[in-house]
C-alpha cells in the first residue's frame, strides 16, 4: 500500500504565497514522475506541474512563471511553492505519484484546499 499525504494549503489574499508539500509513504518500490493537480468547485481536474525522477519540470500555462515544482527524492516529497496568488487559483490541489519499476501505477493524495481572496 502507497500513501500520499498533502499538506501547506489555506487561504491567502491574492498576490500572496503558500507551499504545498505531498510525502509518500508505504511500499514504495520506485517514485517516477510526480505531480500536482487541482479541481476548482464545477469544473474539471486540471493539471498543474510534474517533475520527474531526475528534476526536469513541466507546467501548465496558467501557473508558468509563478509556481514552482521540487522533489526531494531521499524524503519521497514533492513540493508546489505558488507565489502570486489569484482568486482563479483557488481549488483543490492533489498530488500525484508514478511508482513503479517495469509497471507504473498512479496514486493520488486526499487534496488539500487553497483558497485565495481577492
Known amino acids: 500500500q502507497v500513501q500520499l499525504v498533502e499538506s501547506g494549503g489555506g487561504l491567502v489574499q491574492a498576490g500572496g504565497s503558500l507551499r504545498l508539500s505531498c510525502a509518500a509513504s508505504?511500499?514504495?518500490?520506485?517514485?517516477?514522475?510526480m505531480g500536482w493537480y487541482r479541481q476548482a468547485p464545477g469544473k474539471q481536474r486540471e493539471w498543474v506541474a510534474t517533475?520527474?525522477?531526475?528534476?526536469?519540470?513541466e507546467y501548465a500555462e496558467s501557473v508558468k512563471g509563478r509556481f514552482t515544482i521540487s522533489r526531494d527524492n531521499t524524503k519521497n516529497t514533492v513540493y508546489l511553492k505558488m507565489n502570486s496568488l489569484k482568486p482563479e487559483d483557488t481549488a483543490v490541489y492533489y498530488c500525484?505519484?508514478?511508482?513503479?519499476?517495469?509497471?507504473?501505477?498512479?496514486?493520488w493524495g486526499q487534496g488539500t484546499q487553497v483558497t485565495v481572496s481577492s
Open positions: 508505504g511500499s514504495i518500490s520506485r517514485i517516477n514522475d
Open positions: 517533475i520527474a525522477r531526475g528534476g526536469s519540470t
Open positions: 500525484n505519484a508514478r511508482i513503479g519499476y517495469y509497471t507504473e501505477n498512479d496514486y
